[in-house]
């Protein structure tokens, strides 16, 4: 099974508007995290958001917040006044491991065009 | 200067050349990644190096050879590659423990002739 399922392989936005990016993940760890990378065409991942499995709150980083429903195992990224500069490719990430080597697993992303 | 950082951004090789990918990272962490992404592909881990031993090796081929010398510095090496090992190589590190994150370098583009 896979750990982590991102169903939307391309996303569409008008600029100023809110998006959802969906994530679900799988582990039958009780300590994990949870993350979302963004990927502009030049390559670099880039860190966005982390959410930890013990967090009671949701996330949130500047206009970014992360949907944290830990019963239906899902960790949908919100995107809140999109900006051009936010067409990318967004990935959603689980680590897994408390101590020692951390095992991290990715989606296969979401390709966001924010439209003018 | 960025927390992860890798050399060459861009390489062009023959299939009988050696090259090697370089990564560093300066946040004091102690484990270092590989991923290969190819076009449409989600990221695939190729080798984990923690505390300077490798600890996972996803069933690479051998023409791909890591080298981990320390704890800050990462090399990909590269020998009689295919074509269809181009991809963009990422080098990330992490901190082990809980609430840690994995940062990444902006990536190595390969491209095999």
């Known amino acids: 099974a896979q750990k982590i399922t991102q169903t939307q392989p391309g996303m569409f936005v008008q600029e100023k508007e809110a998006v959802t990016l969906d994530c679900t993940y799988d582990?039958?760890?009780?300590?994990?995290?949870l993350f979302w990378y963004k990927q502009p065409s030049s390559g670099e991942m880039i860190f966005l958001i982390y959410q930890g499995s013990y967090d009671e709150q949701n996330a949130t980083e500047g206009r970014y917040s992360l949907n944290f429903q830990k019963a239906r195992k899902s960790a949908n990224l919100v995107i809140s006044a999109s900006q051009l500069g936010d067409s990318a490719m967004y990935f959603c990430a689980m680590r897994e491991g408390q101590w020692g080597f951390n095992k991290f697993y990715f989606g296969s992303g979401t390709k966001l065009n924010v439209k003018p | 200067e960025t927390g992860v950082t890798q050399t060459p951004r861009h390489l062009v090789m023959g299939m009988t050349n050696k090259k090697s990918l370089k990564c560093e990272q300066h946040l004091g962490h102690n484990a270092m990644y590989w991923y290969k992404q190819s076009a449409k592909k989600p990221l695939e881990l190729m080798f984990v190096y923690s505390l300077e031993e490798r600890v996972e090796n996803n069933s690479v081929p051998s023409r791909f050879s890591p080298e981990c010398p320390n704890s800050s510095h990462l090399f990909l090496h590269l020998h009689t590659l295919q074509p269809e090992d181009s991809a963009l190589y990422l080098c990330?590190?992490?901190?082990?423990?809980?609430?840690?994150?994995?940062?990444f370098g902006e990536g190595s583009w390969l491209t095999v002739v």
């Open positions: 582990t039958s760890d009780q300590s994990y995290g």
């Open positions: 990330a590190s992490s901190q082990a423990g809980p609430g840690n994150t994995i940062y």
